[in-house]
């Protein structure tokens, strides 16, 4: 894989019946991304993870570690799990990452795969915020990773924009069943860690070891990053 400063995207040359997709920064890839994702991708059944590093995310003006250190540390994911796969696309953009496009391209590229994008409760609460919100979910279907306890459909129509009700199901052979435009709901181990969680410990000399992969901790250490 190609981790200079302009990375290559790379997907199989099969096509798997269902990919997941999980992007973020990654600054730096932790085990509260990896461990959800794994387990989501289980319950779906589904033969890869895409891991997609955002240049210019929407919402934040700037990475700390810079692309090549956010892909090398994806990669050391990619490289002990073969369930993840290494999908830089977006770092390739001058511009802003928004999902749709994303999403727009992998479907050209799988367009016999059926598409699941990872988000969070946060994300699902602000995604009519989204950039062309409507047509993300025409291209794939979104599992909303949860803590569990919190499954209940009727509790969480009151919390989200009311023009998202119509997507619920709570049935994940319904959703097998659409290409796309559906929401579900998966419960998964909590891991509540967060990236700046991280930075903030490796700054302030704190242990966080158990927070990442053996490898990316490694990572972090040869390259003294965030101090």
């Not at 511009?95 to 598409?115: A, F, G, H, R």
Request: aromatic share 8%; proline share 6%.
């Amino acid at each position: 894989m190609n981790t200079t400063n302009s990375p290559e995207h790379k997907t199989d040359l099969s096509e798997p019946e269902m990919i997941v997709l999980l992007g973020g920064t990654f600054d730096p890839i932790h085990l509260g991304h990896t461990l959800p994702a794994t387990e989501t991708a289980q319950w779906l059944g589904a033969e890869k993870i895409y891991l997609i590093p955002a240049h210019l995310p929407p919402h934040k003006n700037k990475t700390h570690a810079n692309a090549q250190q956010r892909v090398a540390m994806a990669e050391l994911i990619c490289c002990n799990n073969a369930l993840f796969q290494l999908d830089t696309r977006e770092l390739q953009r001058d511009s802003l990452s928004y999902t749709v496009d994303t999403l727009k391209e992998i479907k050209i590229e799988q367009p016999n795969s059926q598409l699941y994008f990872i988000m969070g409760m946060d994300s699902l609460l602000s995604f009519t915020l989204w950039e062309r919100w409507q047509q993300i979910l025409s291209l794939c279907n979104i599992v909303v990773n949860i803590r569990p306890g919190f499954s209940d459909i009727k509790q969480l129509k009151t919390a989200i924009d009311p023009v998202l009700c119509s997507y619920l199901v709570d049935d994940l052979a319904t959703v097998k069943k659409q290409p796309s435009g559906k929401i579900i709901l998966h419960e998964c181990t909590p891991f509540n860690i967060s990236s700046s969680e991280i930075r903030e410990k490796i700054k302030t000399g704190a242990s966080y070891q158990a927070l990442v992969s053996p490898s990316v901790h490694k990572y972090i250490e040869q390259n003294q990053l965030y101090r």
